[in-house]
């Protein structure tokens, strides 16, 4: 847990840039209007870069971690602020901004399929205004002044999945991936209690091929017992429903996903070879017909103002569900009008989904604490008597720092609101002032670290107060934890528990010495048989060999994330170089800032830093640069396919996509997922998707996979 506290990690400090959005905090509505103060071409693209970084890290905590950090909203005003920005300075524009695509890609644990039916996103609303809006949009583009039927369905909070009948047998089941590719989870999701695994054909003339998409989800009681259960057999608990369904989803045993008891709504149609009814209504009672479960609570309104009563009326009635919802989809009711509007890259235009608020409590807080991270950073945090809040007990929350302590003027013995929106770290969001009785007492921050009692420091660039002590232990524990976590070098079993007995103990002082701890050593330790034990070690072991980008991302150089990581593996072809680099040479890379490169630099000043490297070197580390020639060719635009953009599509028989993706970028060129009017060629391999039909449409050079290997041939790098 200390780690989701540290928030001072990596979101770059006040002044470099302007209007930065930290990472944890939900900005007011009313500040929606985007980089007011962003006037040149170089703060937008500076700005840009960070955006795209964020919004690619919390895709993939969304996606692919399942433990989201922000919530829907602020999500939203990152990807607002970045297609502001697109749409201001065109120049800037790139086909794989996120702001053109849906989500993350797979994980690659599982088989891949590509949607032939992509599976967008829905784009929301958090008003009654907004879903006006909306009503107004879609009378515009239909070019009637008619009140609009709408159906409302509640917004199941789960995961997406969808499943692919073939003459009334579930051929397979998939996730929704980034939404043009999901990767296939048919084993466990035919342990899921509510999906068909055969349709029921009485009197009905069955589609060769139905796809049904809907919602996988885990009623609240059942996952208390089954989270209850998890942590009861010494593993690690899951924050909400929604992240146990995701990481059942995913289970490579499909026994262990059948004791746990998911469910599932269905609500769409993907592919369908026949027929289908003309309404959205009658599409859901044909699915009821067929065998499907249907969220009983959905109702047909005949204008927009009895979607806002229905908003009215769940807004409250939501929490009696013994499932968690957290919006309502509105829907357009007539199916050919779905046509005629269309979608967006990201989502259709004829639904939305309107938010609930962020669920809020009162409670009293009895502390604040202050938690030291990787960076040194000590960050205040609110100690609470237990309180209910959106499915599961809140006692601690977020303060971020001392500024924010003196901006909301809590003191100890406050009653407080905390408000958690969907999953994310709950967070005090305004004091009852009203409610004080004098006997309250103002926060004083400690001037010495927590942890290791050096000074702290605060400097005059950022709001993070740091303990500066190098040896600081509380400092060492959580850079372990990042050098174990999943983007960095993904040592399972290397969890807070483990971590707080190796440097309470001694048996570590700095990240190398991990490479030395052997079974005996590890299996003496309080939760740790020999079994665990040794799986560690070779975890450790295994990790020695991870892409030099998860290595430089897992020394926890500061401001470097995932992305920024990429962008030097890219660019450096190994260590040694990245250290040779100079400030104006790091800073001279796309997405990197002054003092983001200052960082840097610094970092590979440091002799302790390099002293760590040797010592990394010496106990077997040798990542490998994956990323540097095809980042470098990209970057400084080379090679024979510069300025032509690709879309793959259908399964190529002489390489994978990957190869071809990589022998596209080594020449210059770049691939992208979606087909538009800027699409040079489309690749068709075999069982291509709707790609296809849309470069046809769009008149788009279709090439086969004959044609693009002579391709490769004469154009070799
Ligand atoms: S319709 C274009 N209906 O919400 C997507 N989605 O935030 C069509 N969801 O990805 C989906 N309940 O996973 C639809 N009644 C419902 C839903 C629903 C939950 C999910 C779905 C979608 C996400 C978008």
Sequence with gaps: MADLFDFAKESPPRGEGKNKSKRHEARPLSETAPSPEITTLEEAAKRVAWLRSEIERHNHLYYVEARPEITDREYDLLVQELAE???????????????????ERPTGAFQQVVHEVPMLSISNAYSQGELREFDARIKKLLGTNEDIEYVVELKIDGVA??????????????????????????????????????????????????????EVYMEKADFERVNAEIIASGGEGFANPRNLTAGTLKLLDPSIAARRPLRMFHYAVGVCDGPLPSTHAEVLRWLSSLGFHVNPHWTLCRSIEDVIEKTVEWESKRDSLPYGTDGLVVKVNRRDWWERLGTTAKSPRYMI??????????????????QVGRTGAVTPVAILEPVFLAGSTISRATLHNADEIARLDVRIGDQVVIEKAGDIIPKVVRVLTSLRTGKER??????????????????????????????????????????????????EGLGEVLVNQLVEKKLVA??????????????GLERMG??????????????????????????GIRYVGAATAKLLCQRFPDLQAMERASKE??????????????????FFRSERNLALLEKLEQAGVRPQNTLWRTGQEVQQGEGPFVGKTFVLTGALSSMTRDEARRQIELRGGKVTESVSSKTSFVVVGAEPGSKLEKARKLGIPIVGE???????EQSKP
Aim: hydrophobic share 35%; charged share 25%.
């Design 706 to 712: 004959q044609e693009f290997l002579r391709m490769l």
């Design 161 to 214: 999945v969808t499943l692919m009948y073939e003459n009334g047998t579930l051929a397979y089941a998939a996730t929704r991936g980034d939404g043009v590719r999901g990767e296939i989870v048919t084993a466990n999701v035919l342990t899921v209690r509510d999906v068909p695994h055969h349709l029921d054909q009485k009197g009905v003339n069955l589609p060769r091929r139905l796809e049904v998409r809907g």
């Design 442 to 491: 103002r926060f004083e921050f400690p001037t010495t670290c927590p942890e290791c009692g050096a000074p702290l420091v605060r400097s005059q660039y950022e709001v993070a107060i740091r303990c500066v002590n190098a040896s600081c232990p509380g400092q060492l524990r959580e850079r372990i934890l990042h050098y174990a976590s999943r983007d960095a070098m993904d040592i």
């Design 510 to 523: 700095d990240l190398a010495d991990l490479y030395h701890l052997t079974v005996e050593q590890l299996s």
């Design 585 to 602: 040479e790091l800073a001279s890379i796309e997405g990197i800032g002054d003092v983001v490169a200052e960082s840097i630099y610094q």
């Design 353 to 370: 989904a309107y938010k609930f608020s962020a669920e809020q409590a009162v409670t009293r807080l009895i502390d604040i604490q202050c």
């Design 85 to 103: 920005l697109e749409s201001r300075f065109p120049e800037l524009r790139v086909p794989e901004s996120p702001t053109q695509r849906v989500g």
């Design 530 to 555: 020999k079994k665990s034990a040794s799986n560690v070690v070779r975890e450790i072991e295994e990790s020695k060999g991870r892409p030099l980008h998860n290595f430089v991302y897992a020394l």
